[in-house]
């Protein structure tokens, strides 16, 4: 047993170490930068940055920069793209290199590198000014500090305040009466959080002065733990709750004061809303009131869909479904047959995760679709005629323009800069204009003509996001300050003008050249998109107004500098320090949560209870342990230990237990087994085609077990030991839906393992195919699930493991005996050589969130379902046993709790109905949502 323990360790360490790329690590005076082959260049300045950023940050939150100098923070720069830009944990920062999807919206002028990495340093300075006695057990005190203030401090000590990080959603709340304390305690609306947190930070700080945010940090810094309650109170002199309304009031007379002489037009058509919410209108020149539209089509999508719609008196007829499956902007070449679209393309190399995209053309006339390039770190393109593809692809260094070639696939490179460029708009003339961030900040528009990018745009103001009416004059968006104005340009004079000035934040999305009118975009009450058609010469002629300037004492807040702003980092000398290479980069692990505390039994006396957890910042490796442990009864003693890594882009779970089987019932009564248990298992994570709504993982895993029974049974050994080799792999395909996979809008699942013991002293082999599928009914909130299984065994199963279905239908949770299934509602035990099981459900979703608790557990994602399980058990005999009934049940997706009626047929033919309760916990589909999970791209077009 021990022999084959050791092998297994052994194993996992040469197989981490065989696994591990070449990573190197460079040091400063503060902190240290660890990055892979290739980024020597931008590690280089990361470290400058750091090293410059990390002393003025510490100042700020009230502690010594010498700090750094004897605990450097830890820097690590990965190159697979993200949808996360950077995070950071304790001492240790994550930055993920240039991802493609962050151009359009999230930084003003700053750089981005540096905004990422001085907020995420920020947040590595807070965790130390927050730290206590307590944080010796691990980094789970942190989850007591409010997400709102740890991302407003880091954002006011290392960022302005600008449109895109806070005012546009800040202000959408304040004015619709939309913005509460919950919005800035919910991770519900992520954007508003970040906003309002940064927002009430500054206004402490313009209020109470950058010291008071010192005395927040500072407080009882000797103490064991750290109350941001009573810390907030006693530097405040209130409650956050009893301070909060003067914050609200403060920000209405802000808003009020600024929006009030502002007007608003009251001209173009608005169109009518298709589904949930939508993301582009493209009017189409062939016919009256034909358009591709994109759209959220239901508030449970985490998809959008893609169609040709004809308006007629506010009817929206489906002419055309261009895809649903897709992540970026619909794009449309001059012509309007050929529509280009970006899918997510998901996949691991050098043991992280990747995310490009897939880039594919759909011809309206073939009704058919074409790949064109695939796993790119592109979400802009444009068609030059019918011939080929131009694309932007950014780079962690730099972008690049691409061209390729829709016929032969060609692919050729135009034209390559070091600062990144965004959205893409062409002309008919065959130029294009371009989105692009110079290294001073300051985003303007470029003309890319024949292999050059020259600016047309160069002013202080923002510009970006630019719509070609013809060759000569491009209509796009100015932000002068943090309110966005419709401008134009003429490209053949050079004249620029701003056209629009609202109330409302207009954005020029796509222009009708048929009706000579632009689409325009805003916003209402809650940030759902409005679209309206404004004719050109209507929108031309609008009427400018200048947003006041003026600072009043409720404005002081926005422009509030923190006491050493890093805002404008100057130009810092080329770092070229001497890299090391790193041997084994998924060290060190960060440190959740250890603890040990006395326990208490009356059988077995005094014991201890501990658990530790640790897991790696870019997640390819995670350790936990538990224990239970009785010195006067050691055999009573329970432990586990799990270890997770991931090596040869492939996960390994290595997992060790000792202690009672928890299942452990023969004919109603309870059996005392000992378990041991030692088990490796190898998953290769594969995503066909890279489209991540399909998910493919195959297994093989290695387990010795030794079962030890502490009292005498007839027929029964005392000590069983085995090993068990288990070969399968598990399939699944899901649109992804909010709610999934408790209510999948489509899911088919299938998985197939074949279990084989060898030595030890039984001999057998079991074999399973479980399925499963999912379709919702008509609504959204009512969808059908079945499940199925078919097992058969060959050889005889240890004692206490059988085929069949098992006793315990109110726990609907993994088994750590035997093959079995549930039957609800039927609780007795019937084993056989052969189960085929299955199980229909109609699941009727009710709310997402009610008023109700029971007793601590809140009454969220309640739901009622009415079921069918049937299950026939082939041996000696068969047996066929059945049950119906209804469910009421609330919970997260994977983790459910309710209680129901069941009236159930038994083995020997009788009828029973039972009330009960019930726990089901699907960590199967727990961990395939984890791989597969889908989020709505922000930008579909613009905004």
């Given at each position: 047993?021990?022999?084959?323990?050791?092998?297994?360790?052994?194993?996992?360490?040469?197989?981490?170490?065989?696994?591990?790329?070449?990573?190197?690590?460079?040091?400063?005076?503060?902190?240290?930068?660890?990055?892979?082959?290739?980024?020597?260049?931008?590690?280089?300045?990361?470290?400058?940055?750091?090293?410059?950023?990390?002393?003025?940050?510490?100042?700020?939150?009230?502690?010594?920069?010498?700090?750094?100098?004897?605990?450097?923070?830890?820097?690590?720069?990965?190159?697979?793209?993200?949808?996360?830009?950077?995070?950071?944990?304790?001492?240790?920062?994550?930055?993920?290199?240039?991802?493609?999807?962050?151009?359009?919206?999230?930084?003003?002028?700053?750089?981005?590198?540096?905004?990422?990495?001085?907020?995420?340093?920020?947040?590595?300075?807070?965790?130390?000014?927050?730290?206590?006695?307590?944080?010796?057990?691990?980094?789970?005190?942190?989850?007591?500090?409010?997400r709102w203030f740890m991302e407003g401090i880091a954002q006011y000590f290392s960022e302005e305040w600008n449109a895109y990080r806070g005012d546009l959603y800040l202000k959408n709340a304040v004015m619709y009466g939309r913005f509460t304390m919950q919005s800035i305690n919910s991770l519900q609306d992520g954007r508003l959080l970040y906003a309002g947190g940064h927002a009430l930070i500054r206004y402490l700080a313009s209020q109470y002065g950058d010291s008071s945010l010192i005395k927040l940090m500072r407080h009882d810094s000797t103490s064991f733990f750290y109350s941001f309650d009573s810390a907030f109170k006693k530097t405040y002199k209130q409650s956050l709750s009893e301070l909060f309304p003067s914050f609200i009031r403060h920000l209405i007379l802000h808003y009020g004061d600024k929006l009030a002489d502002i007007p608003v037009n009251r001209f173009g058509k608005k169109f009518p809303a298709f589904g949930y919410d939508t993301y582009q209108i493209i009017p189409l020149q062939e016919a009256d009131s034909t358009f591709c539209i994109s759209a959220l089509m239901n508030n449970n999508h985490l998809f959008s869909t893609a169609r040709v719609v004809k308006i007629n008196k506010k009817k929206i007829e489906s002419l055309q479904e261009i895809s649903s499956n897709y992540s970026t902007g619909i794009i449309t070449d001059k012509t309007q047959r050929l529509f280009a679209f970006g899918r997510t393309h998901f996949g691991i190399e050098d043991n992280l995760q990747t995310i490009g995209f897939d880039w594919f053309v759909y011809d309206r006339e073939t009704e058919t679709t074409k790949k064109i390039a695939s796993n790119r770190r592109a979400r802009f393109v444009a068609f030059r005629g019918q011939s080929a593809l131009i694309m932007i692809e950014v780079l962690p260094q730099g972008s690049q323009i691409l061209e390729f070639d829709l016929q032969s696939g060609e692919e050729r490179k135009l034209f390559e800069t070091a600062f990144p460029l965004g959205r893409i708009e062409a002309l008919s003339d065959g130029r294009f204009v371009i989105d692009g961030q110079g290294n001073d900040g300051n985003r303007d528009l470029f003309l890319f003509d024949g292999g050059s990018l020259q600016p047309l745009t160069h002013s202080e103001t923002d510009d970006r996001n630019a719509v070609a009416v013809n060759d000569s004059l491009i209509l796009f968006n100015r932000f002068t300050g943090n309110e966005p104005s419709v401008a134009v340009i003429n490209l053949h004079s050079g004249e620029e003008k701003t056209v629009l000035t609202d109330q409302f934040e207009y954005w020029v999305h796509s222009y009708d050249g048929r009706t000579n009118s632009v689409i325009l975009k805003h916003w209402k009450p809650g940030r759902k998109r409005i679209f309206s058609s404004v004719p050109l010469d209507s929108l031309l002629m609008a009427r400018k107004v200048?947003?006041?300037?003026?600072?009043?004492?409720?404005?002081?807040?926005?422009?509030?500098?923190?006491?050493?702003?890093?805002?404008?980092?100057?130009?810092?000398?080329?770092?070229?320090?001497?890299?090391?290479?790193?041997?084994?980069?998924?060290?060190?692990?960060?440190?959740?949560?250890?603890?040990?505390?006395?326990?208490?039994?009356?059988?077995?006396?005094?014991?201890?209870?501990?658990?530790?957890?640790?897991?790696e910042m870019l997640q390819r490796q995670a350790l936990m342990a538990m224990f239970v442990a009785f010195p006067s009864e050691p055999d009573r003693s329970l432990g586990s230990l799990a270890h997770m890594i991931r090596t040869f882009d492939m996960d390994i779970l290595n997992v060790y237990y000792h202690g009672p089987l928890i299942f452990s019932q023969r004919n109603g009564t309870r059996v005392d087994y000992l378990r041991d248990l030692a088990a490796v298992q190898f998953t290769k994570p594969v995503w066909p085609g890279g489209d991540k709504r399909c998910a493919f993982f195959p297994r093989i895993g290695v387990s010795w077990q030794q079962f030890k029974l502490k009292e005498v049974l007839p027929a029964v050994p005392r000590l069983t030991s085995f090993g068990t080799v288990r070969i399968g792999a598990a399939f699944e395909y899901h649109q992804p839906t909010k709610l999934y996979p408790f209510l999948p809008r489509k899911q088919f699942g299938l998985s197939f393992y074949w279990n084989k013991s060898f030595s030890g002293d039984t001999d057998f082999s079991v074999f399973e195919i479980n399925t499963s599928l999912s379709h919702n009914l008509l609504l959204e909130n009512l969808g059908l699930k079945l499940l199925g299984s078919w097992i058969k065994q060959q050889g005889q199963l240890p004692p206490l493991q059988f085929v069949g279905?098992?006793?315990?239908?109110?726990?609907?949770?993994?088994?750590?005996?035997?093959?079995?299934?549930?039957?609800?509602?039927?609780?007795?035990?019937?084993?056989?050589?052969?189960?085929?099981?299955?199980?229909?459900?109609?699941?009727?979703?009710?709310?997402?969130?009610?008023?109700?608790?029971?007793?601590?557990?809140?009454?969220?994602?309640?739901?009622?379902?009415?079921?069918?399980?049937?299950?026939?058990?082939?041996?000696?005999?068969?047996?066929?046993?059945?049950?119906?009934?209804?469910?009421?049940?609330?919970?997260?997706?994977?983790?459910?709790?309710?209680?129901?009626?069941?009236?159930?047929?038994?083995?020997?033919?009788?009828?029973?109905?039972?009330?009960?309760?019930?726990?089901?916990?699907t960590m199967a589909d727990l961990l395939r949502a984890q791989h597969i999970s889908e989020e709505i791209p922000a930008n579909r077009g613009w905004q």
């Open positions: 047993m021990y022999k084959t323990a050791l092998i297994f360790v052994v194993i996992a360490i040469f197989m981490r170490i065989a696994g591990a790329a070449d990573w190197y690590r460079i040091s400063g005076s503060f902190a240290i930068v660890e990055y892979p082959q290739g980024l020597k260049p931008l590690a280089d300045s990361l470290l400058k940055t750091a090293d410059y950023a990390l002393p003025k940050l510490a100042e700020m939150a009230g502690i010594s920069a010498e700090s750094f100098r004897k605990e450097k923070a830890e820097i690590v720069l990965s190159q697979s793209p993200d949808v996360s830009n950077g995070y950071a944990l304790n001492n240790r920062v994550v930055i993920y290199a240039l991802s493609s999807a962050y151009i359009p919206l999230w930084t003003g002028r700053q750089n981005w590198y540096q905004q990422v990495l001085t907020h995420e340093l920020a947040h590595t300075v807070t965790f130390r000014a927050l730290r206590r006695k307590v944080n010796f057990i691990g980094n789970l005190p942190w989850l007591f500090v409010p200048e947003f006041a300037q003026k600072e009043t004492a409720y404005t002081r807040w926005t422009s509030k500098k923190p006491m050493q702003p890093l805002l404008d980092i100057p130009a810092l000398p080329a770092g070229n320090a001497e890299p090391e290479k790193v041997r084994f980069p998924h060290f060190p692990l960060q440190h959740g949560l250890s603890l040990a505390l006395p326990w208490y039994s009356d059988n077995y006396g005094w014991g201890v209870y501990g658990l530790t957890f640790w897991a279905t098992d006793r315990f239908f109110e726990t609907n949770i993994p088994r750590d005996f035997g093959f079995t299934r549930t039957v609800r509602g039927v609780r007795e035990d019937n084993a056989g050589d052969e189960l085929l099981w299955g199980s229909a459900e109609v699941n009727f979703f009710l709310a997402k969130k009610t008023p109700f608790r029971l007793l601590f557990l809140p009454l969220s994602g309640m739901a009622v379902t009415g079921f069918i399980d049937y299950a026939r058990i082939s041996g000696i005999a068969k047996n066929e046993i059945y049950s119906y009934g209804y469910e009421l049940t609330f919970g997260d997706p994977g983790l459910r709790f309710g209680g129901g009626f069941a009236r159930g047929r038994q083995a020997d033919g009788s009828h029973h109905g039972r009330y009960y309760i019930r726990i089901t916990l």
